[in-house]
């Protein structure tokens, strides 16, 4: 009986060394294969449902640098599909909330996905919670220093001049509005972005002529 025990387990020895060999050998899935084809066909689907608008809770933006050819905000336009942004509402602006100047700065809270659900960034943790998460401040315009530019991503500061204190949006920005061909940390080239994005507050600049100065003189 003991020398049966003995070959039994001997036997599964061997299995258990065959299958963990097997496991070592097998080659395992890129998860960003095919990314920016996959990306490609996201964010026309994206479109596709903005465009239709059959919620009526999308805004579908043109790029602001390509503004002045067109009035940016309408639903229909010749440009590409890759020169938008799209933005689903989750919550409206609040009574009174104003939309900020390229000049202005902008407090929010957001979280930043691939496509792949994937968090690439986040200014809060869990379910957002306006009384517990304090919101980030950005500069809308872009600042450079010692030659280094240093601002938000054209698909930010396309979205944000459109929104208004308190509205909160899904945010869906093609790669072209984000980061294009370039990989940064934890976002492959060619990502398309996508946001949970709350505008909290705009700040506009201090100086004689800023319109704080004048909002508070009306």
């Given at each position: 009986m003991s020398k049966q025990i003995l070959w039994l387990v001997a036997l599964l020895l061997t299995f258990s060394v065959g299958f963990s060999s097997c496991a070592e050998d097998t080659p395992t899935a890129d998860p960003y294969e095919n990314w920016?084809?996959?990306?490609?066909?996201?964010i026309d689907s994206i479109a596709a449902v903005a465009t239709t608008n059959a919620s009526g809770n999308w805004k579908r933006v043109?790029?602001?640098?390509?503004?002045?050819?067109?009035?940016?905000?309408?639903?229909?336009?010749?440009?590409?599909?890759?020169?938008?942004?799209?933005?689903?509402?989750?919550?409206?602006?609040?009574?009174?909330?104003?939309a900020p100047l390229f000049t202005d700065s902008v407090s929010v809270y957001y979280r930043g996905e691939l496509i792949n659900g994937e968090v690439f960034d986040q200014s809060y943790t869990?379910?957002?919670?306006?009384?517990?998460?304090?919101?980030?401040?950005?500069?809308?315009?872009?600042?450079?220093t010692n030659g280094l530019t240093d601002g938000l991503i054209v698909g930010w500061v396309t979205a944000l001049q459109q929104m208004k204190e308190g509205m909160r949006v899904r945010l869906y920005i093609p790669a072209n509005l984000g980061y294009g061909s370039q990989s940064k940390t934890s976002i492959p080239?060619?990502?398309?972005l996508i946001f949970d994005l709350k505008l909290e507050k705009v700040i506009h600049p201090i100086g004689p002529d800023d319109r704080s100065r004048a909002l508070q003189e009306e």
């Open positions: 920016q084809a996959r990306n490609e066909h996201y043109l790029n602001y640098k390509l503004q002045s050819q067109n009035q940016g905000t309408s639903l229909g336009g010749d440009f590409d599909v890759n020169q938008y942004v799209y933005m689903e509402v989750l919550e409206p602006a609040e009574e009174g909330g104003i869990g379910d957002l919670d306006t009384e517990v998460h304090e919101p980030t401040t950005f500069a809308l315009q872009a600042t450079t080239a060619y990502s398309t």
